[in-house]
């Protein structure tokens, strides 16, 4: 059975920062790409940022580009989301995902990914 559970949500003021992880178990972590998406009341999912296996690669939205930071460490079995200045734009439960075919790469679609964290809430104020 595959797990992820998110940590380090939490309430910040605008321009602050937050580190979240998500620890991954049940699957070898070091063969799949990760990605964050997140949710904001009343809208659609949307994707943050993602990662290729060894890290290599990464994308992210047009939105966080610049400010946000995704990373993993394969040996902790970890990906983790730095969220520099942030805004209060910014908040929105936040979901880790690993990618259904091991192997491969980097992916913004939502339905690349078949195992989902169970959110961790991010809030920002003005």
């Known amino acids: 059975q595959v797990h992820l559970v998110e940590f380090g949500g939490g309430l910040v003021q605008a321009g602050g920062s937050l580190r979240l992880s998500c620890a991954v178990s049940g699957r070898r972590f070091s063969n799949y790409a990760m990605g964050w998406f997140r949710q904001a009341p009343g809208k659609d999912r949307d994707f943050v940022a993602t990662i290729s296996t060894g890290g290599g690669t990464t994308r992210y939205a047009d939105s966080v580009k610049g400010r946000f930071t995704i990373s993993r460490d394969n040996a902790k079995n970890t990906v983790y989301l730095q969220m520099n200045g942030l805004k209060p734009e910014d908040t929105a439960v936040y979901y880790c995902?690993?990618?259904?075919?091991?192997?491969?790469?980097?992916?913004?679609?939502?339905?690349?990914?078949?195992?989902w964290g169970q959110g961790t809430q991010v809030t920002v104020s003005s």
């Open positions: 995902a690993i990618r259904r075919q091991v192997y491969y790469g980097a992916s913004s679609r939502s339905d690349d990914y078949d195992y």
